[in-house]
């Protein structure tokens, strides 16, 4: 990815190529199961009959172009804060005094843990609420996550991603914003 000037935002759109998509289809076909203690469960880690149900599921059920359709009905964008790339959806509520609101997914998670939620947000009287409860909305992957890029050097803990996520949010246009997160999240939005 190049390098963009550091203050500006640039439109992204998930594409991942099917080449990629073919590659992790036949490296779940030729996964090698190890042996397994009987009547372990959990003890010695993720049981085998688990993770066959899993790549399973992944190989032969999940739809990723799906899940990559619905995550590019939001507008996206990426920009870099503090020498980092960083990817966010910016969704606009119709309500034009809406209050911005920053969303911060947790650890091991994504934007995807927003999907639901997100038009209830943004356009809360579309769904029997009131106009007046509408936010703008802004869901960034944390560095190293999701669609951002690896963080550019070590450091990256909650302060300082709260700083990175206060500037994104000032390039937005934004001087006020709520802030909400789960799990490691809440300690970024903090």
Not at 127 to 151: C, I, Q, R
Request: proline share 8%; net charge negative; aromatic share 12%.
């Amino acid at each position: 990815m190049t390098s963009p000037q550091a203050d500006s935002v640039h439109p992204f759109r998930i594409d991942i190529p099917q080449a990629d998509l073919d590659d992790l289809h036949a490296r779940l076909d030729r996964t090698r199961w190890p042996d397994e203690l009987s009547g372990t469960g959990w003890a010695y880690g993720v049981p085998a009959d688990y993770l066959r149900e899993l790549v399973r599921y992944w190989r032969h059920t999940y739809d990723w172009r799906a899940a990559e359709a619905e995550l590019n009905a939001w507008p996206q964008f990426t920009t870099v804060i503090d020498g980092s790339t960083v990817h966010f959806a910016h969704i606009r509520s119709p309500e034009p005094d809406a209050t911005p609101l920053i969303l911060t997914h947790g650890w091991p998670g994504s934007i995807v843990e927003f999907l639901d939620i997100v038009g209830l947000l943004t356009d809360p009287a579309a769904h029997g609420g009131d106009p007046a409860d509408a936010f703008h909305v802004v869901v960034p992957s944390v560095p190293g996550f999701g669609l951002s890029g690896p963080p550019a050097d070590t450091g990256w803990e909650a302060g300082r991603i709260a700083d990175a996520w206060a500037e994104l949010m000032t390039r937005l246009g934004y001087d006020r914003f709520g802030a909400q997160g789960g799990d490691w999240g809440s300690a970024i939005s903090r």
